[in-house]
């Protein structure tokens, strides 16, 4: 009886293992991630995506991680500029382990030898820059702290993809002098703007007077013709008019006596200082005759 119960209790305990070793046994790795087993403490093989059989209790997975890219925003780093300027720097890693082996036995901990060598190779980069460079060549020390990085993180398993610096604070006093100078750079724009719009203007108002001028004289050059043109429209209908008339006087044959009674008429006029007109006879050998008429006429008014 005790027999079967301790054989139970041995059975129990086997099962148990048996299901414990069985999980244990059952490795099961995502997409893009990867592990490093050891047997005995000792390097075995890498194992990639799937599911994947072990020994149990002396297999074991070391180091599970994934081979995606990573991205790594280190705590801001004091350096100084060859000027003796001291600014901070804030930068942001991008990486991706590439041989799982290096990466598991080439550091103790790659991700805090990669921050230390971002913040050493900082330093050493902008102690050669003044600030006014150090500044401004941003993408070119983006550049060179990239290709350090990559080539020192080879022996790590780990490919550095770049390294952006996000900010870089200069001192406070740096800070209000390139305010001041932003401000001024305003202002100067500010003031060459209203230069530029107040020349502009000018030209504008120049370019209107100038076509206000041309357009007043083209008006009146075009008033003077119409004028020389109406008094030349009139001279000409004047003149036809007279010679219609003198052709009309010409072609009607008139008595004599009326004509000669007119032109006594026209020159009595002309003795009182109104006369505007001269009618002169067709016959201008009648003339003389006209005359002495007139003239006797004259006479007897004077006389009274």
């Known amino acids: 009886m005790i027999l079967a119960i301790v054989l139970g209790v041995i059975g129990a305990i086997v099962l148990i293992i048996g299901i414990i070793a069985l999980f244990k046994s059952i490795v099961i790795i995502p997409e893009t991630s990867f592990a490093i087993i050891q047997r005995l403490g000792k390097f075995n093989r890498i194992i990639e995506r799937g599911i994947h059989l072990i020994i149990p209790f002396i297999d074991k997975v070391a180091v599970k991680d994934n081979s995606k890219e990573k991205v790594f925003d280190f705590p801001a780093q004091s350096v100084i500029t060859r000027d003796n ?140 013709v119409l004028d020389a043109e109406a008094k030349k429209e009139k001279f000409v209908l004047e003149a036809q008019g007279q010679k219609q008339a003198i052709d009309m006087i010409n072609s009607a044959n008139l008595n004599p006596n009326y004509l000669q009674y007119k032109a006594i008429e026209q020159i009595k006029e002309l003795a009182n200082g109104k006369a505007t007109k001269i009618i002169i006879p067709p016959n201008l050998a009648e003339v003389s005759k006209v005359i002495a008429t007139g003239s006797e006429i004259f006479e007897s008014t004077k006389d009274k």
């Open 85 to 224: 300027a001291t600014i901070k720097v804030d930068t942001v890693v991008y990486l991706k382990i590439v041989d799982p082996k290096l990466y598991a036995y080439g550091a103790e901990r790659p991700i805090v030898a990669i921050e230390m060598l971002t913040a050493t190779t900082l330093r050493n980069l902008f102690g050669e820059l003044e600030l006014d460079e150090s500044l401004t060549s941003r993408e070119i020390i983006n550049a060179k702290l990239t290709r350090i990085l990559d080539e020192a993180s080879d022996n790590w398993g780990i490919k550095v993809n770049r390294v952006e610096i996000q900010n870089i604070t200069p001192p406070k006093e740096v800070q209000e002098a390139m305010i001041r100078q932003m401000q001024a750079e305003r202002d100067k724009r500010a003031r060459i703007l209203e230069a530029e719009g107040i020349k502009q203007s000018l030209v504008l108002k120049a370019l209107g007077e100038k076509e206000s001028t041309i357009l007043s004289a083209e008006a009146k050059k075009r008033q003077i």
